[in-house]
C-alpha cells in the first residue's frame, strides 16, 4: 500500500548534524530527494522525504590527483567540470538540455543501464563513489545501484588528468545508442575500456596497447546482445570499429598534449 501525501513528513537539513538526527530518527524510513527526479514515489516503509538542496553536495572540488564532485552536481555541471569535449557529446547525447541541468548526478546513476552513456563514460574514467555514511569509495556496480534506493551518493572522485575518448552509434544521431565504447588512459601502459549498448549490458576490460589492440575481446563481449533495436553480429562488427577509433583519439590527444 502506498502512503498518501498526508502521511509523509518533508525536512530539509541544513548540516550535516541535523541529517544526522533525522536519519537516527527515521532509520529505515527515508526517501532522499536529490535532484532531477521528477516523479519520486514514496512506498512503504516511508514516512519521511529528506531534500538534501542546503548540503553543499553540488560542489566541485580539486586535489593534487584527483576531482571530487558532490553527489547533486547535475550532468551540465560534471561536463564543465572534466572539460572533456567527447564527455559533452556523451552528456548531449543522454539529456536535454532541462535535464542536463537538473538531474543530479545521485538519481544519474541510480536509473542509468547499460545505454546511458555517460555513466559508461565514468565507467571507462574509473570513476569511485562515496556514498553517505561510508568511509570507502567503490567502483560502480550493481551493488552500489542497488545501495542508492535508499542511499545518496556524498562525493563522486575521478582521478586526473582527464583521459577520455567516446564513441556511439545510435539509430538517429541524439538517440541512446545500440553501441557505445569509451576509454581512458589510466597509466602509460594500461587503458581501461568501457561499452554499453543494450539496457542489461554493463562491460569493461582492461586494454594493454603493447600487447593487443581489443578487438577480440569487445567482439566476445557484444557476441550474443540481440534485441530488437540490434543484432549481435552488427553489433561486434560496429564496437570493433568504435574502439578503434576511440584508440586513435586517445593517440591523437597525447600528440596534441606534447606539442603543446
Given at each position: 500500500m502506498k502512503m498518501t501525501k498526508a502521511e509523509l513528513t518533508y525536512a530539509r537539513p541544513v548540516t550535516w548534524d541535523e541529517l544526522e538526527g533525522l536519519q537516527q530518527e527515521f532509520q529505515g524510513q527515508i526517501m532522499y530527494l536529490a535532484g532531477g527526479d521528477y516523479h519520486p514515489k514514496a512506498n512503504d516503509p516511508v514516512s519521511i522525504l529528506i531534500d538534501l538542496q542546503e548540503l553543499d553536495l553540488d560542489q566541485v572540488g580539486f586535489a593534487e590527483d584527483v576531482i571530487m564532485l558532490g553527489g547533486l552536481i547535475n550532468l551540465q555541471q560534471l561536463g564543465d567540470a572534466l572539460e572533456s569535449k567527447d564527455l559533452q557529446e556523451a552528456i548531449s547525447i543522454e539529456a536535454g538540455a532541462n535535464l542536463r541541468n537538473s538531474l543530479s548526478l545521485t538519481n544519474y546513476v541510480k536509473s542509468s543501464n547499460g545505454r546511458s552513456v555517460v555513466q559508461i563514460c565514468l565507467n571507462a574514467m574509473e570513476a569511485e563513489y562515496l556514498l553517505a555514511g561510508e568511509e570507502t569509495a567503490q567502483a560502480h556496480s550493481a551493488a552500489l545501484k542497488s545501495k542508492l534506493t535508499n542511499d545518496f551518493i556524498e562525493?563522486?572522485?575521478?582521478?586526473?588528468?582527464?583521459?577520455?575518448?567516446?564513441?556511439?552509434?545510435?539509430?538517429?544521431?541524439?538517440?541512446?545508442?545500440?553501441v557505445a565504447v569509451a576509454?581512458?588512459?589510466?597509466?602509460?601502459?594500461?587503458?581501461?575500456?568501457?561499452?554499453?549498448?543494450?539496457?542489461?549490458?554493463?562491460?569493461?576490460?582492461?586494454?594493454?596497447?603493447?600487447?593487443?589492440?581489443?578487438?577480440?575481446?569487445?567482439?566476445?563481449?557484444?557476441?550474443?546482445?540481440n534485441d530488437p533495436w540490434a543484432g549481435a553480429k552488427y553489433r561486434q562488427d560496429i564496437a570493433a570499429v568504435l574502439l578503434s577509433r576511440c584508440l586513435q583519439k586517445l593517440v591523437q590527444d597525447s600528440n596534441l598534449k606534447e606539442e603543446s
Open positions: 562525493e563522486i572522485r575521478i582521478s586526473t588528468p582527464i583521459s577520455l575518448a567516446f564513441a556511439s552509434v545510435g539509430r538517429s544521431p541524439k538517440d541512446q545508442p545500440v576509454v581512458s588512459r589510466r597509466s602509460a601502459d594500461r587503458i581501461h575500456v568501457a561499452c554499453g549498448g543494450a539496457e542489461e549490458m554493463w562491460a569493461e576490460f582492461d586494454l594493454h596497447p603493447s600487447d593487443d589492440d581489443g578487438e577480440t575481446m569487445i567482439r566476445e563481449l557484444f557476441k550474443v546482445i
